[in-house]
């Protein structure tokens, strides 16, 4: 349902809706409820600590990601998606994470976003879903066949989901950095990279402790996103002001 409103190209989008960025995280959050529900059902010490980690850590990692969402819709003053695109045509500058003069710190933004999706996808260093090595298969430790196999349909889903959305909102989604090969091209390579590196992080970083994990969501993600919106906020004022 979410990928349906995700703009492929231009004019390449299942459905375009002018909430579609209200829309994905209606639907993405039914992903940590099915996770929470199937550990809990499964009466299954192992998988119920699972289920209650699963909920800490969504919880704790949804709270900076709404925020750097918050300051993107502010800069762009709309959930459309394919307006998002628009505002970034042109040179690969006028990306949103290169663009100093509406957000001061673009850069930092991309980065909470991406370790957000990171956590919200139960991804390496944040897989607390599953942590094998302490807690069998948790969540998922009762379920085998084509019912261990929905929930990792699910995760991957989920991660190409959050990619799509990171290619939207940052990286100008289907526009050309240098004006040849179809928009299509563009956004399908964008993506590729992201979860080419979602996958890499995995493969190179160990899975961190879980007051750890917690801790960087309420002790430094959430601060630097507020004070992002904040700073965005005085920064588009100031603007305005020197424009008028």
Do not use: H
Not at 85 to 110: E, I, K, M, S
Not at 186 to 201: D, G
């Amino acid at each position: 349902m979410s990928l349906a409103v995700i703009p492929w190209g231009e004019n390449l989008a299942a459905r375009n809706i002018n909430v579609g960025l209200l829309m994905i995280f209606a639907f993405g959050a039914i992903n940590v409820m099915a996770i929470m529900l199937g550990g809990w059902s499964s009466r299954n010490k192992y998988a119920i600590i699972s289920a209650a980690r699963v909920v800490s850590q969504n919880v704790a990692y949804e709270i900076p990601m709404l925020l750097v969402i918050t300051t993107m819709i502010m800069v762009t003053g709309t959930m459309d998606l394919n307006e998002i695109v628009q505002q970034q045509a042109g040179p690969f500058w006028r990306w949103f994470v290169f663009r100093w003069d509406l957000n001061p710190l673009a850069p930092v933004t991309f980065l909470i976003f991406y370790i957000c999706m990171l956590a919200e996808t139960n991804r390496a260093p944040f897989d607390m879903a599953e942590a094998e090595s302490e807690l069998v298969a948790g969540a998922y430790t009762e379920y085998s066949g084509m019912g261990f196999g929905v929930f990792f349909m699910a995760e991957y889903a989920n991660i190409l989901l959050g990619c799509s959305l990171a290619t939207v909102l940052f990286l100008g989604g289907w526009q050309s950095p240098i004006g040849i090969f179809p928009g299509v091209f563009w956004f399908l390579l964008k993506l590729y990279l992201l979860v080419f590196s979602v996958v890499w992080v995995r493969w190179t970083f160990p899975r961190t402790q879980f007051y750890g994990l917690l801790n960087l969501s309420w002790k430094l993600l959430i601060p630097v996103s507020l004070f992002t919106l904040v700073l965005s906020s005085a920064t588009m004022t100031v603007v305005k002001l020197l424009r008028s």
